[in-house]
T-cell receptor, first 113, second 115 residues
Framework: EAQVTQNPRYLITVTGKKLTVTCSQNMNHEYMSWYRQDPGLGLRQIYYSMNVEVTDKGDVPEGYKVSRKEKRNFPLILESPSPNQTSLYFC????????????FGPGTRLTVL | KQEVTQIPAALSVPEGENLVLNCSFTDSAIYNLQWFRQDPGKGLTSLLLIQSSQREQTSGRLNASLDKSSGRSTLYIAASQPGDSATYLCAVRGYSGAGSYQLTFGKGTKLSVIP
């Protein structure tokens, strides 16, 4: 089944404890991205990747890192999480960066205490 | 910077009614526009994708139109059902420089269909 998977789905952590949220797609898509969704603010792009080893900042990149060493995986890293990073995170992929439908993962609900 | 607005923020209709959700965007230089559905606590499901050269797309009871020059799109849902209750998100994809494209979302319309 073609899909985007994220792990974990739910995570509660404490301030400053490094964490990684994994994202994987099995559709051989070139383009992958991360979003966060907050009440009243909607979905905002954190980082995106147009292909392996090519990443760039979205609208809200502060406090996050990403890497794209393989085409299928695009992990989101929080080196020192803070409470303002408590949010619902979505990974998405599409065949290319331009005109294609984006496919979203199920989301990761992160709480930073 | 692209801004996407969805009106209304919430809508409640009786089952069986036809309804229209609105989306407007400030920069008409877009590549495409996509409508998504989001159920509570769940991910986003793509409903319809309209390329910038198209005027409308249809899927079952859903019809989405695009007027790029005026910066507007509508999602028409025919014969609404309780299962249509969800939040509907509009997103536009535009060129953000250096060969990259960015998807900008509206804040959504929360639809409740009353049996």
């Amino acid at each position: 089944e073609a899909q985007v998977t994220q792990n974990p789905r739910y995570l509660i952590t404490v301030t400053g404890k490094k964490l990684t949220v994994t994202c994987s797609q099995n559709m051989n898509h070139e383009y992958m991205s991360w979003y966060r969704q907050d009440p009243g603010l909607g979905l905002r792009q954190i980082y995106y990747s147009m292909n392996v080893e090519v990443t760039d900042k979205g609208d809200v990149p502060e406090g996050y890192k990403v890497s794209r060493k393989e085409k299928r995986n695009f992990p989101l890293i929080l080196e020192s999480p803070s409470p303002n990073q408590t949010s619902l995170y979505f990974c998405a992929s599409s065949p290319s960066a331009g005109e294609d439908t984006q496919y979203f993962g199920p989301g990761t609900r992160l709480t930073v205490l | 910077k692209q801004e996407v607005t969805q009106i209304p923020a919430a809508l409640s209709v009786p089952e069986g009614e036809n309804l229209v959700l609105n989306c407007s965007f400030t920069d008409s230089a877009i590549y495409n526009l996509q409508w998504f559905r989001q159920d509570p606590g769940k991910g986003l499901t793509s409903l319809l994708l309209i390329q910038s050269s198209q005027r409308e797309q249809t899927s079952g009871r859903l019809n989405a139109s695009l007027d790029k020059s005026s910066g507007r799109s509508t999602l028409y849902i025919a014969a609404s059902q309780p299962g249509d209750s969800a939040t509907y998100l509009c997103a536009v994809r535009g060129y953000s420089g250096a060969g990259s494209y960015q998807l900008t979302f509206g804040k959504g319309t929360k639809l409740s269909v009353i049996p």
